[in-house]
């Protein structure tokens, strides 16, 4: 069993940055973060496999990066450059490694609580 827990979201002003954190990651997993606002799915928005291999949104590119420590045993999303539209919940999950990088949610089995990123124009 994976337990997650996100952490580092908050409230910035367009242009800003944020890093988020998820606590309890675990190689061999494939790992990422998606987003959701209400009344929309759930977005993939960046994927990890191995230490090396990543995936990004097309609306992220350039501007969010992900990346893990393996000695803390944490995941990260570092976002920079955040427009009005990131604003979501955003939520770290893990799945099993595949041969790619994933961003759909269908491909990741545990999942953390979510943590807020609001965005202000």
């Known amino acids: 069993q994976v337990q997650l827990v996100e952490s580092g979201g908050g409230s910035v002003q367009a242009g800003g940055s944020l890093r988020l954190s998820c606590a309890g990651s675990?190689?061999?997993?494939?790992m990422g973060w998606f987003r959701q606002t209400p009344g929309n799915e759930r977005e993939g928005v960046a994927s990890?496999?191995?230490?090396?291999?990543?995936k990004y949104a097309d609306s992220v590119k350039g501007r969010f990066t992900i990346s893990r420590d393996a000695a803390k045993n944490t995941l990260y999303l570092q976002m920079n450059s955040l427009k009005p539209e990131d604003s979501a919940m955003y939520y770290c999950?893990?799945?099993?490694?595949?041969?790619?990088?994933?961003?759909?949610?269908?491909?990741?089995?545990?999942w953390g609580q979510g943590t807020q990123v609001s965005v202000s124009s």
């Open positions: 675990h190689y061999p997993y494939n």
């Open positions: 990890i496999g191995g230490y090396t291999v990543t």
């Open positions: 999950a893990a799945g099993a490694l595949l041969i790619a990088p994933s961003l759909s949610s269908a491909d990741f089995t545990y």
